[in-house]
């Protein structure tokens, strides 16, 4: 117990303050804490940046796949009479005419689900991919009468806050 009491006198002074051992090892605790949260934050930028790189060429690789679908889909009309003819979102999804629609639908759907869930900035998405305004407003009308018909209620949801972030957004 002597030995400990010694060792607890012991002081070191540094122009003028004096600080005790306990003092000295608290404050180099903390500065090795802090070094550590930035080694931390830099390493999670880093893991962030591959997985969004990653994300980014199955993004370019999906979009090259469905572009010249994508065009088709844009020039097409809208197929709003063989939707009232099924008179059935379910009907309808399973018809010939919304499987091209199904194709860039469903892209459009999942580049909003990464946007919103935050796996990739907006900014460089519409760099990236043509998230035109003009194609979710063609077919609005028609996903919002498949959601009337039974198609759920959010339905094509995610292209639609995508779609109406790019409206607001300057790239």
Not at 9 to 28: D, F, K, N, Q
Not at 31 to 46: E, F, T
Not at 108 to 119: I, R
Not at 129 to 156: H, Q, T
Request: hydrophobic fraction near 50%.
């Amino acid at each position: 117990m002597a030995a400990i009491a010694a060792s607890s006198c012991w002081a070191v002074t540094i122009e003028g303050a004096t600080l005790s051992i306990g003092e000295i090892a608290t404050i180099v605790a903390g500065i090795a804490g802090g070094l550590s949260a930035i080694i931390a934050a830099v390493a999670l930028v880093g893991i962030q940046r591959q997985t969004e790189a990653a994300l980014f060429v199955t993004i370019n690789d999906e979009w090259s796949k469905i572009y010249f679908t994508y065009r088709e889909v844009l020039l097409a009309d809208v197929p709003m009479e063989d939707l009232e003819k099924l008179g059935d979102a379910d009907l309808f999804i399973n018809s010939e005419p919304y499987r091209k629609l199904h194709t860039v639908f469903s892209f459009y759907e999942f580049l909003g689900s990464c946007v919103s869930s935050k796996l990739v900035s907006p900014t460089l998405l519409f760099k990236l991919v043509s998230v035109n305004p003009k194609l979710w407003l063609k077919y609005k009308p028609l996903i919002e009468r498949m959601r009337e018909m039974g198609a759920s209620a959010d339905f094509c949801i995610e292209w639609q806050r995508l779609t109406e972030l790019r409206m607001r957004t300057v790239v």
